[in-house]
């Protein structure tokens, strides 16, 4: 089976069985580059703390973000 077959299946899943198959393919990869990966997160979160912070990026309610992604997926 290809990847591109493996996905393919992988996506007909439902969402929680997804959500599962996602964690362990994360959970599997090479820890050196998961440390790398968390400083990479750890410096895109800073980076956005201060921009909020500056007064650079407004924020919005979380259940307004969330609507906002329904919205997006659904239109």
Known sequence: MTAAQLA???LALPASARAELADKLVESLDPAEDVSLRQLWAA????????????HVQTIPGAEALQRARDAASG
């Open 8 to 10: 393919e299946e992988a």
């Open 44 to 55: 895109e979160a800073l980076k956005r703390r201060d921009e909020v912070r500056s007064g």
